[in-house]
């Protein structure tokens, strides 16, 4: 558990390496075009990244083909949050739409509701997010999650599993083995 929780200091800081990349060099660049209002500015090891450093998909093939992180983010989100929030993000009776509530979200906000939870109560309704920084099913893969549920809000992948993915990068599966033990 102790290397979630430095993992996810580092990612709220902004220094997890996974995350932080150099410019691509000018043909790299015309790669990192993407379906969808959200352009990667960076790529390594297979993650792509905004200008703001925020993880997000890389969508391409017209939208048929996704990024090895997008798709696991689609698995991750319909093995943990799928319960709640509805298929595809889309909300449900008793959790809001993801897809709405990512159009203004950074990862850092997103990060923080899934570590710590959140409560939203009014003389109707009470709504509850549950912690989930002690839950490696989740933590390991929050990156993912948020990569998926933004590709959803900005409508660059639909509401079905994406037809093909880029090849699983082995920093990918690195981290996933150290972060799972």
């Excluded at 500015?41 to 992180?69: M, R, S």
């Excluded at 696991?72 to 008793?94: E, F, K, Q, W």
Aim: aromatic letters at 8%.
């Amino acid at each position: 558990m102790r290397g979630i929780y430095i993992g996810l200091v580092g990612l709220l800081a902004g220094a997890v390496p996974a995350l932080a990349a150099t410019p691509p060099d000018s043909a790299a660049a015309t790669d990192l075009k993407s379906l969808g209002p959200t352009q990667p500015a960076k790529v390594q090891d297979g993650q792509y990244t905004d200008k703001n450093g925020d993880p997000t998909y890389h969508v391409t093939d017209g939208g048929k083909k996704v990024d090895w992180y997008t798709m696991s983010g689609y698995l991750r989100y319909n093995a943990n949050c799928i319960v709640c929030h509805g298929p595809d993000g889309m909300g449900s009776t008793y959790a809001p739409s993801l897809v709405d509530a990512l159009k203004g979200m950074d990862y850092a906000h997103f990060a923080g509701i899934i570590v710590g939870g959140k409560k939203d109560v009014t003389a109707s309704q009470e709504l509850v997010m549950p912690a989930f920084g002690d839950n490696r099913n989740v933590m390991c893969y929050m990156p993912d999650i948020y990569t998926y549920l933004r590709a959803r809000s900005d409508g660059a992948v639909g509401r079905n599993r994406p037809e093909e993915h880029e090849a699983k990068p082995a920093a990918f599966t690195k981290a996933e083995d150290a972060c799972m033990k």
